[in-house]
C-alpha cells in the first residue's frame, strides 16, 4: 500500500522561446530509478520529465522539459516486501497492481505539479487525463 509520495526536486527549462508558439503536447516518461527496502518499508525513486519539441517529426527542435523526481513509499508486510524486492532485483519490474499504482499516482502528482511550472515558463501543461493499466508480458 502506498503510504506517502514525495517530490523533492522540480527543475524546468526552455531550449527556444522562439518555437513556444509550435509547441506539442509534451513526451512523458517515468523512470523508477531505485527500490530498497528496510523490512516493511519500501522506498521507490523515481523522475517524471516532460520532453517539448515543435512538432512530431524526428528531426523536431527541443523547445523545453520539466524535470520532477522524489521517493514513492510503500508499506508492506515482510512476505510482500521481500517478493517486490526479489522481483525487482531480478527482473527491474514491480507486481503490475503495484506499478499501476504508482503509475498513476505520479502522473496525478507530477501533473499537477508541473502544470504550475510549465505555466511559469510558457508551455502546455504536462497532463495526464486517463488512468494507465499495465499488462503482465507472456
Known sequence: MITGFT???VEGKIDSADSLSRQRFPKLNISLDAV????????????????????DAEKA???GQLKLGGVVE???SKENASSIMKRWQEKKTLPVDIAEEIINGLNFR?????????????LIPPLVISTTKIQEGK
Not at 507530477?110 to 510558457?122: I, K
Open 7 to 9: 517530490i523533492s526536486h
Open 36 to 55: 530498497n527496502s528496510d523490512g516493511t518499508k519500501i522506498k521507490i525513486d523515481y523522475t517524471f520529465i516532460a520532453d517539448y519539441f515543435d512538432g
Open 61 to 63: 527542435k527541443n523547445v
Open 74 to 76: 510503500l508499506t508492506e
Open 110 to 122: 507530477c501533473s499537477a505539479t508541473g502544470t504550475l511550472v510549465a505555466y511559469a515558463l510558457g
